[in-house]
């Protein structure tokens, strides 16, 4: 069957809509404290009570409300803009890595040898990784771990083997690549 037009779904399992989503509320709520600093607001708009007796509001006291209103919105929202851009970061930096690792690094195809459990639930179920080995011609044996993964791609591996790409120089650093061992860029695979 070939691919007709819609990308097919990958193996591995994508976080970054939670980065666009909590900068998308972290945007949000910074737009609210910032027009609440705009609006107009005088000490007769002010209706303070402690104990039910209605104390007579000053500029102070609006001082302080929108100080406040800055305070608990801003924070809130420049907290959840900067962790959102984190997650967004780290995650093309990643995909920056995995193309580098890519186009200069050693291409090794290893043997999948299992499939691990992660410590990661999404929708009551634990997410996995793929475990598979690559032996060089010296004998020694090298494990090498997916990223988290959605589903057990071992059915859809051309004879049990995964491509590896390693660093030349340090073969810690690592890119598992479940999607294009499997050819999900050639064909669609149903999952």
């Not at 690094?105 to 179920?125: D, W």
């Not at 993964?149 to 120089?169: E, T």
């Amino acid at each position: 069957m070939r691919y007709q037009g819609r990308k097919p779904k990958s193996f591995v399992q994508s976080f970054s809509w939670i980065g666009g989503l909590l900068l998308a509320m972290g945007i949000l709520l910074f737009a609210v404290a910032i027009v609440m600093q705009l609006v107009p607001l005088s000490p007769a708009d002010m209706n303070v009570y402690i104990n039910g007796v209605r104390q007579p509001a000053t500029s102070e006291t609006v001082r302080i409300f929108r100080m406040s209103f800055l305070l608990a919105f801003g924070v809130a929202g420049l907290g959840l803009a900067v962790g959102g851009g984190v997650v967004i970061g780290r995650r093309k930096a990643q995909r920056g890595r995995n193309r580098r690792l890519k186009e200069e690094g050693l291409c090794l195809t290893a043997e999948a040898s299992g499939y691990a459990p992660s410590n990661v639930r999404v929708n009551h179920r634990m997410l996995t990784r793929l475990v598979c080995a690559y032996t060089d011609g010296s004998g020694r044996t090298f494990l090498f771990k997916s990223g988290l993964l959605r589903m057990d791609p071992m059915p859809y591996l051309p004879q049990g083997q995964v491509q590896v790409y390693c660093d030349r120089d340090d073969m810690s650093r690592y890119f598992v690549d479940v999607d294009g061992s499997v050819g999900l860029g050639d064909r669609l695979v149903e999952l």
